[in-house]
């Protein structure tokens, strides 16, 4: 998916399922993290094709933990909302 196609409210998931989980930056603000499933692998977190809404983009007042991240775009996933990484879109669709 193309970030420039997202509009807020979309409906999103993975195109295929994936390990997702969510990281906890400063104050009360996550990631949602997803990364590649291995059968191999130990994991932490859920593995699925969750359905995810976009909310947005937001800029920041200050760089993020994970990466200085200053222009984070949000979704909601099972109630909880998080910034999504930015290598994490080319694994998503519009549902």
Not at 70 to 94: H, I, L
Request: net charge positive; hydrophobic share 35%; proline share 4%.
């Amino acid at each position: 998916m193309k970030v420039s196609e997202l509009k807020e409210g979309m409906l999103l998931r993975f195109k295929e399922p994936r390990l997702y989980r969510f990281l906890r930056d400063s104050g009360d603000d996550h990631w949602f993290d997803c990364g590649q499933f291995d059968h191999n692998m130990r994991v932490q977190g859920t593995i699925g094709q969750p359905l995810m809404i976009y909310l947005g983009q937001e800029k920041m007042d200050a760089p993020s933990h994970y990466g200085g991240y200053r222009n984070v775009r949000k979704v909601a996933v099972e109630g909880r909302v998080g910034w999504v990484f930015p290598d994490a879109w080319k694994s998503m669709e519009a549902v």
